[in-house]
């Protein structure tokens, strides 16, 4: 069972936006659907993976890559050539 | 010859997120064909939002594998098709820019997250459409809009440029009126690409053939259980008995671990789309992050903007899932559960060459009938197995219930996918 105060814990780890209006449905849907995968408690065993995996590698050799003005044609914010992000500190 | 293409299709069911008026094309096999792909596949210069408000205006700087192939083979990119926001719906309506029609009943969802793909292709906008699978979004649209779709074997078509949601689980495929144009699509796109780390070097050169004397199906007690609509499991039920009078063999058969199959997907994909979904912060695409605010704070405000309700339920529901002290009791458990739906399957196909059953419970919900998220999840229960083990699954119309279309699915060995395309294919002649 989790609560709106978890829900409001997990959106702000989550950095999804929440609006106060919303915590009270969000929280009813989060325990309906967390309720189900408590079936995943009735399965027994751990994992041994028997897929196909193997590690795809290659020489690290410069190749042609996209432009800096197509990597910069979808950012917002922009200066000298480099993305704006917010401030972190 | 190469030439472009006039599109100006009466959108009355909003398939269409973009349309491309005048489309060039090239030469190749197929010239001239018009093909919608959805739009969470990258396309060089043409508007590509994931149906999501956080990815409206972004104009990619490259196309996808499959996108660059289209193009190779003649074929005309005639528009983005309408979806799940992300492709997190099984109906269409959490499209941030408002659902698409069942072109079937108006008043009814064409299925989903590919539903602007299937509903192009069940209105004759487009002979041919790409869509994409995670748990059934290719052939729960094809199902309940009367058209075909496959979900090809985990790793044959390359996911590169496609907008990611849940990487172990999705694929990208073909969807068309018939299952001839389904296998010629699939001859296009599917192949080795290197900027896909989990590409096989499968390429598909395969015309479908209706000989199926002497193949056995599989049939799970599972698909007919409690929760499938009778209507629908009657029309499957007669689509196996046309497979039988061509010759097939049916065989009964269980699948145990589909009781673990439904939360063990939700629990994955949420988890893989808590990450990937990571990226969409308003700094490198989308709209602005207010740069003067403190990260947190303005990637919140981007991110409760940007995406819809659904997506954001997902996003916290794999971080609750991942997170400190959780991890073992969902997602650890939901690999487990995941090991044993493949285990079932290799163990089924030792002894059967497909599994045949309904691709749907139920035929196309009335708009807004799943309004709760959990009573739309579980209408995934019969598709999510197939992405679970990364196996082919196709769905292809057999008859109507209540007037609507229904779906049967036959799924397939890993990279047999052409042996499901000749099943369809042999009850698609049988019954046209």
Redesign the interface.
Known sequence: M?TEKD?QH??????????PD?LGT?TH??N???E??D?????????????ELFN?L?EDVVEPS?SQD??L?????KEDGF??????M | MAGQITFEPDDRYNAFLTTCRHATHGTGKLAGVAVAVKDNISTTGIETTCASKILKGYIPPYDAHVVGLLKASGAAVVGKTNMDEFGMGTTTENSAFGPTLNPCDTGRVPGGSSGGSAAAVAAGMVRMALGTDTGGSIRCPAAFCGIVGLKPTYGRVSRFGLIAYANSLEQIGPMGKTVTDVSDLMGVIAGYDRHDSTSRDKPYSHSPSAEIRGLRIGIPQEYFGAGVDAGVAGAVKAAIGKLEELGAVTVPCSIPSMEYALAAYYVTCTCEASSNLARFDGVRYGPAADTKKSWHDAYQEVRRDGFGAEVRRRIMLGTFALSSGYYGKYYAKAQVARENVRADFSRIFADVDVIAGPTMPTIAFRLKEKSDPLSMYLADILTVPANLAGIPAISVPCGRSEGMPVGLQIMGRPNEDERVIDVAFAYEQAVN
């Open positions: 989790v829900v997990i959106a702000e780890l989550a950095d999804v936006g929440i609006n919303e969000f849907q989060f309906a659907i967390i189900y995968f079936i995943l408690d009735r399965v027994e065993g751990t994992t041994t993976f028997t897929r795809v290659r996209l197509d990597i044609s979808n950012a917002a914010a993305i704006k992000a917010p401030r972190v």
